[in-house]
């Protein structure tokens, strides 16, 4: 072997990792850097953080699981070399991951090179780390690791928050988040799907996609593309649907708005393979209380957008929220919510009398509604989505639907279908279910239904 870390620097680095530091049981990991002082640095950031993570660094060929190599591909010499390094390292491991410079010609290496797993670029450290995870899954060690792998978590066991994104790029002007939070930063799409492994292998059962705009995913990184096991994925909406349905568990979506693009991820919901279930805060439907309130995707023709998503996937369960009383409201904006709201049939529905925050735009708005209008409003509406929502649940008496069990009492078991998220819908009873437990999935044959919950008996087990 001509090479292990190739420059001279490198060779040092390897004299301090020892066999007998490597562990019998650690997953391990070999590099070959080739290149400059900054490819030495990248690779000495990647083993860092693979160390941290518990795996060890072999210092050879044969002692490794996976090869990583660092390519240069400054000058067509350096090209040469790492070609050759690559080869080399396919002829003595098999199991090999190509980084650096070199790696943003992904087509000349894998012509060479068909058989490396995966090709990252220079600094791509969560790519990488991201192809050594899916080549070498870390090994979590309960004796060492404080923390379980999938994070310390306040949720049951089976449902968990994902959270993909920090800040909005919008700016409601009822709403003081952005300046809380700052504009739209949205998380490195492995980072995000690594930590839904994490979750899934945690025993998790449904994943509740979070953030203050899903639907926005990505803009911020112009869609960066990322590899994820043998594949490219885009820091996107649809991209984070198609992995996470990958993972075999209930995938939730909260807070989208009706944007186009959304039309893309109803056929995975029509094909089961994300829940049918969509929570758009629509705030209002009026377009001049819209406008005022300067909500994101206000323009798009909301009613035929739904009707559309119905026609693609017939089960589709949406969930709302809406303001009553914002400042400007007239009788005819309200009338014309009520109306949108009679023509949408919205699933679930929650409705807040609009309230002054500090440092919100929309307090220097004329035409504040007073009080007992807000209220009388806020009555009418409930009153209008009650029945909505109680002659929608009637028509799923018959149905077999499936439960994922949130409680058992000794009452019986409660839980929620496909349309109910935890918290903020309603529940689906299962009486006399003692010997259920939390995270138990049953299929259940909806037998009654009131304005806010269904009741049934259990079919199977699944
Ligand atoms: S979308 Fe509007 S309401 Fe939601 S966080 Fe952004 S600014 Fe606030």
Known sequence: MAIWLASSRVRLYTREMTASSVSKSAPK????????????????????????????????YDGADVVLVNTCGFLD??????????GEA???????????????????????????????????????????????????????DL?????LRLTPRHYAYLKISEGCN???????????????????????????????????????????????????????????????????????????ANLDLWVRLHYVYPYPHVDEVIPLMAEGKILPYLDIPFQHASPTVLKAMRRPASQEKQLDRIRKWREDCPHLALRSTFITGFPGETEEDFQFMLDWLKEAQLDRVGCFKYEAVDGAKANE????????????????FMETQKAISAERLQQKVGWTLGVLIDEVDEDGAIGRSYAEAPEIDGNVFLNGETTLKPGDLVDVTIEHADEYDLWGSVERVI
Request: charged content about 25%; hydrophobic content about 35%.
């Open 77 to 86: 010499s350096a090209k040469q070399e790492s070609l050759d390094a690559i």
């Open 170 to 244: 919008n700016r409601c002007t009822f709403c003081i988040i952005p300046s809380i939070r700052g504009d739209l930063v949205s998380r490195p799409i492995t980072s995000v799907l690594r930590e839904a492994e994490k979750l899934a292998v945690a025993g998790v059962k449904e994943l509740l996609v979070i953030s203050q705009d899903t639907s926005a995913y990505g803009i911020d990184t112009k869609f960066k593309e990322e590899m994820w096991y043998d594949r490219t994925v885009r820091t996107r909406f649809l991209d984070l649907c198609t992995e996470l």
């Open 90 to 144: 396919i002829k003595e491991n098999g199991k090999v991951i190509v980084t650096g410079c070199l790696g943003v010609e992904p087509d000349v290496i894998r012509q060479t090179h068909p058989d490396v797993l995966a090709v990252t670029g220079p600094h791509q450290y969560e790519q990488v780390v991201s192809a050594v995870h899916a080549a070498l899954p870390p090994k979590h060690d309960p004796f060492t």
């Open 147 to 151: 923390v379980p792998p999938e994070g």
């Open 365 to 380: 708005l004329p035409g504040a509604v007073p009080e007992e209008v807000k209220q009388e409003r806020w009555e009418r």
């Open 29 to 60: 990991v070999g590099i070959v850097s080739l290149g400059c002082p900054k490819a030495l640095v990248d690779s000495e950031r990647i083993l860092t953080r693979l160390r941290a993570e518990g795996y060890e660094i072999s210092p050879s």
